[in-house]
């Protein structure tokens, strides 16, 4: 099992950054992968970046050049930087964590963008 802490969401001007944090409650270097998905109001759940255990990244086309992820073992942390945001980027951000016994999930943070 693991317990994920997002944090680092907020509201931010169209074109502004963040930079979200999921801190783990253990080791996540075995962790098969680990990612941020986002719900807008009204909308599905959408992956929009992942890291697996070996390091290779996926994002979404939607943010594609714009947001990162990243992976750091020492501190049981992934983190998502999002530059040039958009309003569409405006929704509730998940932590995700693939572990072999099944998916866990944090409680999300809200990032909120204006135009």
């Known amino acids: 099992q693991v317990q994920l802490v997002e944090s680092g969401g907020g509201l931010v001007q169209a074109g502004g950054s963040l930079r979200l944090s999921c801190a783990a409650s253990?080791?996540?270097?075995?962790?098969?992968?680990m990612g941020w998905y986002r719900q807008a109001p009204g909308k599905r759940r959408e992956l929009v970046a992942r890291?697996?255990?070996?390091?290779?990244?996926n994002y979404a086309d939607s943010v594609k050049g714009r947001f990162t992820i990243s992976r750091d073992n020492a501190k049981n942390t992934v983190y998502l930087q999002m530059n040039s945001l958009k309003p569409e980027d405006t929704a509730v951000y998940y932590c995700?964590?693939?572990?072999?016994?099944?998916?866990?999930w944090g409680q999300g943070t809200q990032v909120t963008v204006s135009s």
């Open positions: 995700n964590a693939v572990l072999q016994i099944g998916d866990y």
């Open positions: 253990r080791n996540i270097f075995r962790i098969n992968a």
């Open positions: 890291i697996t255990s070996g390091g290779i990244t």
